[in-house]
């Protein structure tokens, strides 16, 4: 087991720098600082879809727990390889996983015709929440790796994977709940009252 710690506070950081895990120090507002804050308030959108679903009328809760589980664990992995640099921990079966995940919800689903809202069941809607933050974390890890190229293909294929699993699952816990998706309106300009 790693260091525990026992002292929360170190104080190290009040001069706007933070350590990284391989001892170096960065600024707070370093690229890999906020790639990395990204990735844990995905965790944490992550956390509050898992809450909810616990709470919803949602028949198989075990399935989806245990996968959002294995999410938020990956990106605990994904966190301490953006912490630590060229360190591996995120791995191919990962991908694998939500890939296969993808097409067994996508086989219960109609065909999209039209854009779908991020809105709908607040099961849904928190689906869709953390799929933007998803969205937000794959740029900010893309920029990290654009600049100091130690980012890993599985990593970086890890979030991209995900917000596409992610809308999928919005998709598919609508369904859950009895609801149906809510479409965008080409002409909803056309509906207001002048």
Known sequence: MGHRLSKIYTRTGDSGTTGLGDG????????????LGDVDELNSSIGILRSQIALSSIEDKATWDKSLSLIQHWLFDLGGEVCI????LVLPVSIEFLENDIDRMNEALPMLKDFILPSGTLVCSFAHQARAVCRRAERRLMAVHNRDQNIQAPSLQLLNRLSDWLFVASRTLQRAEGGSEVLWQKNINDTIDQ
Request: charged share 40%; proline share 6%.
């Open 24 to 35: 170096s120090r960065v600024a707070k507002d370093d690229l890999r600082i906020e790639a």
């Open 85 to 88: 640099p060229n360190f591996n």
